[in-house]
């Protein structure tokens, strides 16, 4: 499945993307908000897009490869990781490459997968966990829209202390208002 953008296209992986995801994830910077392990490893990237295949065939979750379309290099991934039909909402996750940060890619990335859920899945509400204190990622979700919902005291633990994630939703109304 391929949703085309301006700069970017999101995509489903293949298995040749394995070296670019690796090449992108393997900052720490990249885990420490986010469930991508560190070190992280070609290996790991495989399994990764294995799981996603997997994943997305049975329609668990909706993983994209964030794809450069001028590269056609994979830079970062955005998803619905908790996708749940019945009740119309789904968890959206993701991750950029550092080179790419600050230059619009995640915000045209957001606003796809945006459209997507919310158009073609019909979904009704869309959520986003982050870690305390991912400010970037608290701004890009604010400036989408979402609405700050509550927090989760000490919810992961991570580099030896507990952290708190940020609850923020957007229903389907308030993406049209916006849109």
Known sequence: MIIRGDKINLRTLKSSD????????KDKEISQYTNVPHPYTLKDAKEFIKKTQKDNRLKKAYYFGIEDKKTKQII????FVKY?????NAEVGYWLGKKYWSKGYMKEALGLLLKFGFNKLKLH???ATIIEPNIKSKQRLKKAGFKYEGKQREHIYRENKFMNYLIFGLLKDEYKKRN
């Open 18 to 25: 394995a070296q670019s995801i690796f090449e992108n994830a």
């Open 84 to 88: 749940d039909k019945i009740n119309k």
């Open 125 to 127: 509400r869309i959520y």
């Open 76 to 79: 970062g991934m955005i998803d």
